[in-house]
């Protein structure tokens, strides 16, 4: 059973596992795909990447503002995109009140900090996530992508 959840915006609450610690935000209103959820900036910038942080460039790396978007999780099956050239982040899918926000980490990621084993058990699930860099085309060209992570695929191997 998760505890009481904590309001963070007029349209996002964090909850928290009792079990695992883990966090998660979920909505507190609907979204429809393509609409923008939030404005976000940077609270600090890194040349280097640490598990907290989302990439905006090529050697450019964000602890996020405001900081509650950290909990965004991880989908092979995401409802939500990081767009780092607006500073927005919006939903890619229909999103109903009460579900967990979720991105894929390689839209922004080329190679992550900490790699993982995915446990998000959609029908697409990747396993285990390092970065766009080790994934095949095929499979990136199924997800809207973040500009840098577009150009760096366009530069080839």
Known sequence: MDEKPLNVASWAELRECRKTGS???HTTVEFMPGQVICK???KKSLAQP????VQIGDR??????????????????????????????KAITKIKIGEELTLFYPS???????????????????????????LALDILTKYKLAQHIQQRLAKGP
């Open 23 to 25: 966090k998660s935000l």
């Open 40 to 42: 976000f900036g940077a």
């Open 50 to 53: 640490n598990y907290l942080t």
């Open 60 to 89: 450019q790396h964000i602890m996020l503002d405001p900081e509650f978007l950290q909990y965004i999780n991880h989908s092979c099956a995401p409802n939500v995109f990081f767009a780092p050239s607006d500073r927005v982040l």
């Open 108 to 134: 922004t990621e080329w190679s992550m900090d900490r790699e993982f084993d995915c446990i998000c058990q959609s029908k697409d699930c990747l396993g285990t996530i390092r970065g766009a860099a080790y």
